[in-house]
């Protein structure tokens, strides 16, 4: 599979290997505040970062994949865990939660996000 927005390729799935391509823009985790040395809302981009972005990218293009928002939020979960992020479980379910009640409030279908089955 390639996804694409406004004609451009963005990633592409062969088997179970998703590459997101240099340059995808990612908004991260949601807003934090630094207090100090302590970050409250948001895990540190060192242990994030990976899992951040490859959820966004399966949340953007999951009305044209083959997975589910909810393969994006184990895939955050097991990403976090995996770069050792100790909150994991409590993201994936704030994610789980909270993302589903927006994606139910706000969900409109996107013209713009394609995707294509590779031969």
Same mark, same amino acid.
């Given at each position: 599979?390639?996804?694409?927005?406004?004609?451009?390729?963005?990633?592409?799935?062969? &088997?179970?290997?998703?590459?997101?391509?240099?340059?995808?823009?990612?908004?991260?985790?949601?807003?934090?505040?630094?207090? &100090?040395?302590?970050?409250?809302?948001?895990?540190?981009?060192?242990?994030?970062?990976?899992?951040?972005?490859?959820?966004?990218?399966?949340?953007?293009?999951?009305?044209?994949?083959?997975?589910?928002?909810?393969?994006?939020?184990?895939?955050?979960?097991?990403?976090?865990?995996?770069? &050792?992020?100790?909150?994991?479980?409590?993201?994936?379910?704030?994610?789980?939660?909270?993302?589903?009640?927006?994606?139910?409030?706000?969900?409109?279908?996107?013209?713009?996000?394609?995707?294509?089955?590779?031969?």
């Amino acid at each position: 599979w390639s996804f694409e927005e406004r004609g451009e390729i963005l990633g592409m799935l062969h &088997g179970d290997t998703l590459t997101i391509f240099e340059g995808y823009q990612s908004d991260g985790a949601s807003p934090c505040i630094i207090i &100090g040395k302590v970050r409250l809302g948001t895990p540190s981009p060192q242990s994030s970062a990976a899992g951040f972005f490859v959820h966004d990218f399966m949340y953007q293009f999951e009305s044209v994949a083959p997975w589910t928002c909810e393969h994006a939020d184990n895939a955050l979960y097991w990403l976090l865990r995996q770069n &050792g992020f100790r909150l994991s479980g409590v993201y994936h379910s704030a994610v789980a939660i909270f993302g589903g009640l927006h994606r139910r409030l706000t969900r409109r279908p996107s013209d713009t996000v394609k995707s294509h089955p590779l031969p």
